[in-house]
């Protein structure tokens, strides 16, 4: 894949995830609006609590819904602001395991390869196959240890 087509996938992947993320927020809302106007006056919440929930409600849809699909459009426009927000975004994202992890190391492995680079600047991984062995050598005891309780 050339670098263009690894930047429009990854604008679409960002759509999605922010998509995915703030659709269930809304569904979320919806479905707590219903169960408070199902449920009879017998419970009722202070306005402290209402307001509280609205403001983390608003910063969750921020943070998780509204946020990928920004990264996603500075994907789309190939925009100066998007390296940074994007790096930042995919390292948070990590956490959602996997469907967060696998786009934040996608995002970040592109940023860090020669196609993003070249579009967005930057240095790229200068990493050796020596580098590589040496690396994996301090790995072996446990990959040894792994495939030997297999047996």
Do not use: C
Request: no cysteine; proline share 3%; charged share 15%.
């Amino acid at each position: 894949m050339t670098g263009e087509e690894h930047n429009n996938t990854l604008a679409t992947l960002w759509f999605i995830y922010g998509a995915m993320h703030g659709l269930t927020l809304l569904g979320l809302l919806l479905l707590v609006l219903i169960v408070k106007l199902s449920v009879s006056d017998a419970i009722t919440l202070s306005g402290l609590w209402i307001a509280i929930s609205v403001i983390t409600f608003a910063l969750l849809l921020l943070a998780v819904g509204v946020l990928p699909l920004l990264v996603g459009f500075g994907f789309r426009r190939r925009s100066r602001w998007l390296k940074p927000s994007a790096q930042a975004l995919s390292i948070i994202s990590l956490i959602n395991i996997p469907i967060g992890t696998a786009l934040g190391i996608y995002t970040i492995k592109f940023f860090r390869g020669d196609p993003g680079v070249t579009l967005y600047g930057g240095k790229s991984s200068s990493g050796s196959e020596a580098e590589l062995g040496d690396a994996m050598r301090g790995a072996q005891p446990l990959m040894n240890w792994a495939n030997r309780s297999k047996s």
